[in-house]
């Protein structure tokens, strides 16, 4: 029973998010044929069988039973229904077909739009509402490098300064900069070690080794408190919010990684404590802002791990709403950008098709991690699901958005319409490739898990 419900919950949290992205897509098709003036015959969420349907006017609007995708049927149109009865007579004003090219190419491609638009409002909101926080990073830049990690590999040492990322200087706030930074066709860290510059070569297929590990390996985060929990042992102790510790039993824990793995492997016995106040990082033994203190971990019941009571220190920011429009755009430019890129270097043969492309099952299980995780995750995942469906519709294959901007493309240039037949079997070919697609990605998935 149990097996059930949780399969119907990641059923439930993906159809949401196809639903959402399917009816915003055709949408856009539908209001761009509405304001030019075309006939559009249905709008239907779902494929059929038919649940529902109700005629307003010269639309009927449909549900399907198989929530795979939607269509627009507009009057005068080839599209994947294969349709063709009404090229047999003149077309009538209202039709498709009868529009000038413009229109057609603003038709066609306003689902794509509409999807990029959703992205964006979608960033935007999450900005509004939420903000933007990250934990503090390091003031010089510096790294802790986890041993066995791709950064260590690569060469990156703990201490290292980051000093840029393939050519573009680092920002450890940067986030998105950084990751399209990192893909780059020949990924190099250049960094300062104790004062000497060193230029590092990442691999080829960075992506796929960053999927196979997981992380890059590198953290920026001090040992800077950020909270004390009440009655805990830091608190007792006298720490305060932006102290940075700065040993535990003599030895030096710069970074909160560091600091954590000696907390909890005390197992519970007293650790002499070094911080400092903000304002003075030295060691000096004279220096009024250096506190020692001997702190006692407790092993907390939820996890059995030892722990004293702090948070790593917070950086927020707030957006207005003018703020959060244009940081909505920015987001989805940049996650734009860095799925095409991604998908190139896939195509490309540059990373491992298998390992970086995922099908229905894996958006399943990702849609439902991000709803466990609250509104504001799965939010974030239906604006990057949005853009890549923006992304696949638009490539030029027959079937999809993109084929058919293709063939309007050639009569813009040509000034006359592609071969019927030549059309045909591609759109053909092309639900054929689309279909053999999808049954490879749903038996990866499954390989995949």
Same mark, same amino acid.
């Given at each position: ?8 919950? *990641? ?9 959402? &992205? ?48 939607? *269509? ?5 149109? =080839? ?65 802790? =490098? ?26 450890? *706030? ?41 992380? &890059? ?74 506190? =020692? ?12 791990? *030892? ?55 894996? =958006? ?55 071969? &019927? ?19 490879? &990605? ?8």
């Amino acid at each position: 029973m149990e097996s059930v419900l949780e399969i119907l919950s *990641y059923v439930g949290w993906v159809l949401l998010a196809i639903t959402i &992205l399917v009816f915003v897509h055709e949408m856009g098709h539908f209001l761009a044929a509405k304001f030019f003036k075309m006939r559009v015959e249905r709008f239907s969420i779902g494929f059929p069988p038919k649940i529902f349907s109700k005629t307003i006017g010269e639309t009927e609007y449909q549900l399907g039973a198989t929530p795979l995708g939607g *269509y627009v049927k507009i009057v005068g149109m =080839v599209d994947e229904s294969l349709d063709t009865d009404m090229l047999n007579n003149e077309p009538e004003p209202w039709e498709f077909r009868a529009k000038p090219v413009w229109q057609r190419i603003i038709v066609i491609t306003a689902g794509v739009i509409f999807n990029v638009i959703l992205a964006a409002l979608i960033f935007a909101a999450l900005k509004f509402a939420y903000g933007e926080t990250q934990p503090v990073a390091t003031d010089d830049g510096s790294v802790f =490098v986890a041993d066995s990690s791709l950064a260590y590999d690569i060469g990156l040492r703990t201490g290292d300064r980051i000093l840029q990322i393939s050519g573009t200087p680092y920002d450890p *706030y940067s986030g998105l900069e950084s990751l399209d930074a990192l893909l780059s066709d020949t990924p190099t860290f250049t960094v300062d070690r104790n004062g000497q510059t060193l230029t590092l070569q990442g691999p080829d297929d960075i992506m796929t080794q960053l999927t196979r590990a997981g992380s &890059l390996g590198i953290d920026t985060t001090p040992s800077m408190v950020g909270t004390i929990m009440p009655d805990s042992p830091a608190e007792e102790a006298g720490l305060q919010p932006g102290d940075r510790i700065i040993a535990i039993n003599q030895e030096a824990v710069p970074f909160w990684i560091q600091m954590t793995r000696a907390i909890r492997a005390s197992e519970g016995t007293p650790m002499q404590v070094a911080w400092v106040r903000p304002g003075d990082q030295s060691l000096a033994a004279d220096s009024s802002n250096l506190h =020692v203190a001997t702190i006692t971990p407790r092993q907390d019941d939820a996890s059995g791990q *030892y722990l004293v009571g702090i948070t790593w220190a917070m950086r927020s920011e707030e957006f207005g709403l003018g703020e959060a429009m244009v940081a909505g755009m920015v987001d989805t430019w940049l996650n734009t950008k860095l799925i095409t890129t991604n998908l190139k270097r896939v195509f490309t043969g540059q990373e491992n098709f298998r390992e970086n492309i995922g099908g229905p099952i894996a =958006v399943a299980v990702v849609t439902r991690q991000a709803a466990e995780q609250g509104a504001r995750q799965f939010w974030f995942i239906v604006a990057m699901l949005s853009i890549t469906l923006a992304i696949v519709n638009i490539l030029p294959i027959p079937a999809l958005d993109g084929g058919h901007l293709v063939f309007l493309i050639y009569e813009g240039i040509t000034r006359r319409e592609p071969s &019927l037949k030549v059309r045909m079997v591609l759109q053909q070919v092309g639900m054929v490739l689309l279909l053999s697609l999808m049954v490879f &990605l749903i038996f990866n998935d499954i390989l995949r898990l």
